[in-house]
């Protein structure tokens, strides 16, 4: 019984170790923390590597149409996406996404990649002496 009012009265007199979160200042996230999925349309090719990679669907590419779409509530956060695209357009960002009571689906819809000409077959030429 002693013993426990000795723990009671240091911890009530002690530093708190917790937060008052919504009191408190909102603390910075850790260095490795994956918070959300940032997309640069400027350097995407739409080869939807991304979207095949994905195990939980969350992104769609449609190239004929130039969009490029993430569903945030079925992203899992697993960070294939990024390690995938080949042109380092989608990277992980350590800032949390915001909550939403409504259906998120990040839209991002850019120009078409027009088709390029077929490349013309080499000529093979016989030189026979």
Request: glycine share 4%; charged share 25%; aromatic share 6%.
């Amino acid at each position: 019984m002693a013993n426990m009012f000795q723990l009671v009265t240091r911890n009530f007199f002690n530093k708190k170790l917790t937060r008052a979160f919504p009191a408190g200042p909102e603390r910075a996230p850790y260095e490795r923390t994956k918070g959300r999925i940032v997309f640069n349309e400027k350097t995407c090719i739409l080869c939807s590597i991304c979207a095949k990679r994905c195990p939980s669907d969350a992104i769609t590419v449609d190239r004929a149409t130039g969009k490029w779409e993430l569903d945030a509530f079925r992203c899992i956060l697993c960070n294939e996406c990024v390690v995938s695209c080949p042109k380092k357009s989608i990277t992980m960002s350590t800032e949390r996404r915001n909550g939403s009571e409504t259906k998120v689906v990040e839209t991002f819809q850019m120009e078409p990649p027009k088709p390029q000409p077929p490349k013309p077959a080499p000529t093979i030429s016989s030189d026979s002496k």
